[in-house]
C-alpha cells in the first residue's frame, strides 16, 4: 500500500504505510530503498540514507547496486560529498561494468577535475 500512495506523490501516507510495515520487523531490502527513497523525495537526505544503510545491513540484499546507488545521491544530495565520493570510488570497484555510473565517475576523479578547471 506503501508504494501505491508513494507513485500518487502522497508521501505522507507512503511514509505512515512503509512505517507500520518496517515496526513489524519483516522489512526486506526493497522495502528499506523504498522508504528511503521517499525520504529523499521529501528532501530528508540523512534519514534516507540511515534507511539505505540498514537496507545493505541486511542478511539478503538482491537489489544491493540500486541501494548503493541511490545512497551515492543522497550523500551528494545531502552536501557530504567527500562520503559520496568514496562511496562512488567503492562502487566502481564493485560494479565496473556500469556504463552510466562510469560517466558519473569521471566527475568525481581528482584528475578530471583538474582537466575541466584548467580549460
Do not use: H
Not at 540511515?50 to 545493505?56: E, G, H, V
Not at 560529498?81 to 565517475?105: H, L, N, Q, V
Request: net charge negative; hydrophobic share 30%; proline share 3%.
Amino acid at each position: 500500500m506503501g508504494e501505491v500512495y508513494q507513485k500518487k506523490g502522497d508521501n505522507d501516507s507512503s511514509q505512515k504505510y512503509f512505517k507500520k510495515y518496517l515496526d513489524s520487523g519483516e522489512a526486506d531490502s526493497y522495502e528499506l530503498m523504498n522508504m528511503g527513497q521517499a525520504q529523499m523525495d521529501n528532501g530528508n537526505y540523512d534519514t534516507a540514507i540511515t534507511y539505505f544503510q540498514n537496507a545493505l545491513e541486511l542478511e539478503s540484499v538482491p537489489n544491493k547496486q540500486q541501494i548503493t546507488k541511490a545512497m551515492i545521491i543522497a550523500y551528494e544530495y545531502s552536501g557530504d560529498f567527500a562520503t559520496a565520493k568514496s562511496k562512488m570510488e567503492e562502487y566502481m570497484k564493485d560494479y565496473p561494468d556500469d556504463e552510466d555510473a562510469a560517466r558519473e565517475y569521471q566527475f568525481w576523479r581528482p584528475d578530471r577535475l583538474w582537466q575541466i578547471l584548467l580549460r
